[in-house]
C-alpha cells in the first residue's frame, strides 16, 4: 500500500490537465481552485468525523504550518497550474510544473541539510533537457513566456508546500490533515476569487461545477489524501519522486479526455524529465 499510493495518485492527477484543458474556457483559475476545495472537502468530511484521530500536539505553530501548506500547495501552486494551461494546454503545463520534484530536493539539501548527490544531479539536468524540448512547441510552436512562468510559479509554490507537509503530520493525522488543508483553501480561494476574477458568466456554471466535481473528488480528495498518506509513510522525496509518473500518465489523458493532440516533442520531454526522475532514484 505505501508505494501504491503515491502511484494512484498520480494517476488521479492524470486527469486534471484533461478536464482543465477541456473547459479552460469556462474556468477562472482563483475561483475554480476554491470551488475544487470544496467538492473534495464535501466528500471527505463524513469520514473525518467517524475516522480522525484529532489534533496530537496541536499549536498555533502547527496551525500556521498546515495554513501555510495549504495555501503555497494546492492553492497559489494549483491556480497557477490552471492558469498554465489555459495558456500553454495540459500536455506542456504538466511538464514544466512537475518540475516541484526538483524543488522539493534543492530545499531539501539547502534547508534540511541533506547531500546534494551525484545521481539527483544528473536527474535534474536529464529532466531540464525535457523542458527545454518540450518548451520549443509550446502552444502551437509559440514560446508563452506567462504561460511558462505560470507553470514555474506551480512548481515553485508545489515544491515548498510539498516540504511543509512532513512537518504538518506531526501535528494533525492524514486524514484530518487532509481536510484542515481543504478547508483553508475553499475558505480563502472562494471569496477570492468572486472579489478578484467576479462569478461565473453566462453558461460557465455547469462547466465549471463538472470540472470541480472531477478534479475536485478524484484528484484532490483521493489523490491529496494518498499523497499525504505516502509522505507519511515514505518521506518527502520518495513520495514526490513516485509522483514523476504524472507527466507521462496525462500525455494520455489529455488526448482521450479533450482531445489535445501532444506533440512528440511533448512527449519526448515528458519522458526525460520521467527518466531524470528514474535516475534520482539511485541516489542511495
Known amino acids: 500500500m505505501d508505494y501504491l499510493a503515491p502511484i494512484v495518485a498520480s494517476l488521479m492527477w492524470s486527469l486534471n490537465p484533461a478536464v482543465i484543458s477541456k473547459y479552460r474556457e469556462h474556468i477562472k483559475p482563483v475561483l475554480f481552485t476554491g470551488f475544487r476545495a470544496l467538492t473534495a472537502l464535501a466528500s471527505l468530511i463524513p469520514f473525518a468525523l467517524i475516522n480522525s484521530h484529532g489534533f496530537p500536539g496541536f499549536t498555533e505553530a502547527g496551525l500556521a504550518v498546515i495554513l501555510a501548506s495549504a495555501l503555497l500547495g494546492p492553492g497559489i501552486g494549483d491556480a497557477s497550474y490552471t492558469k498554465a494551461i489555459q495558456l500553454l494546454g495540459g500536455s506542456l503545463a504538466v511538464i514544466i510544473s512537475y518540475t516541484y520534484i526538483f524543488v522539493s530536493q534543492f530545499i531539501a539539501a539547502v534547508f534540511l541539510n541533506e547531500p546534494l548527490r551525484l545521481p539527483v544531479v544528473a536527474g535534474s539536468l536529464t529532466a ?42 506531526l501535528y494533525a493525522d492524514t486524514l484530518t490533515l487532509t481536510v484542515m488543508r481543504l478547508g483553508f483553501i475553499a475558505v480563502f480561494f472562494i471569496p477570492a476569487g468572486l472579489i478578484v476574477e467576479g462569478g461565473p458568466g453566462k453558461g460557465d456554471s455547469k462547466p465549471l461545477i463538472k ?9 484532490w480528495s483521493i489523490g491529496m489524501l494518498l499523497f499525504i498518506y505516502s509522505i507519511n509513510k515514505l518521506g518527502v522525496s520518495a513520495t514526490a519522486v513516485a509522483t514523476a509518473l504524472t507527466p507521462v500518465l496525462s500525455q494520455l489523458t489529455v488526448k482521450l479526455l479533450s482531445r489535445e493532440k501532444p506533440t512528440l516533442r511533448t ?16 541516489s542511495p
Open 211 to 219: 470540472a470541480s466535481l472531477i478534479t475536485g473528488v478524484l484528484g
Open 128 to 169: 531540464f533537457l525535457g523542458i527545454v524540448l518540450a518548451s520549443s512547441n509550446g502552444n502551437g510552436g509559440r514560446f508563452n513566456v506567462k504561460g511558462v512562468a505560470y507553470s514555474v510559479v506551480a512548481s515553485i509554490s508545489w515544491g515548498l508546500a510539498t516540504s511543509m507537509i512532513k512537518v504538518a503530520l
Open 267 to 282: 512527449v519526448g520531454g515528458a519522458l526525460l524529465i520521467s527518466s531524470g526522475i528514474i535516475i534520482s532514484l539511485l
